[in-house]
């Protein structure tokens, strides 16, 4: 099994990126946020997840064990496969939807295409008192971050882009003013323009 993936990649598409790994070429799939702030020739680490099926083999790849344990605990419910699980975490920061499902609120995951009331009901009985169990509810008491992506996005940035500056600053930063003002200089440094 891929767990961990340190590589360059060679190539990017809309779905899948092809990282280079001492010689070998790997089809990572991964979520459009996650694929947009990717370039070509640079050097990435991601968490994977190995999903073997009847017609094929495939990486899932993510940069944040938070967003690999999400997808994982995903896929394990019936009519939720890898392709649905990715645009569930493509919708929304992990801490968003982790708050929807321990408030059993299925607005969020109706947003995915082929997952009506009743998939997204199902995901939120499985899955509430998994996240609670397993630990891994990461920020959803923590209203600083969601209150950080908002003032990003009053500011004028893409909330994607705003997502991806938040999720790369220190977890050490925890206030809403701190935690935009880091988010702001990740996004100079990135030469996003508002």
Not at 34 to 46: G, H, P, R, V
Not at 61 to 83: A, D, M, Q, R, W
């Amino acid at each position: 099994m891929i767990a961990y993936l340190k590589g360059t990649i060679k190539l990017k598409t809309d779905k899948y990126i092809i990282v280079e790994a001492n010689s070998v070429g790997y089809r990572v799939y991964a979520y459009p946020d996650l694929l947009e702030s990717f370039k070509n020739d640079q050097t990435i680490e991601l968490y994977t997840h190995q999903h073997v099926s009847e017609t094929a083999t495939e990486l899932y790849g993510f940069l944040k064990t938070e967003e690999l344990n999400l997808f994982e605990k995903l896929i394990t419910i019936s009519g939720v496969g890898p392709k649905s699980a990715l645009s569930i975490l493509s919708l929304a920061p992990v801490v968003e939807i982790q708050k929807a499902i321990i408030h059993d609120d299925p607005t969020i995951l109706t947003r995915v295409s082929g997952i009506g009331r009743k998939t997204a009901e199902r995901i939120i009985v499985e899955l509430k008192g998994v996240l609670e169990k397993d630990g891994l509810i990461t920020q959803v008491n923590d209203q600083g971050f969601l209150d950080a992506l908002e003032a990003l996005v009053q500011l004028g940035y893409p909330r994607p882009e705003a997502r991806r500056a938040l999720n790369k600053i220190s977890q050490d930063i925890t206030g809403t003013q701190e935690r935009v003002k880091a988010a702001l200089k990740v996004l100079g440094a990135n030469n996003f323009a508002i």
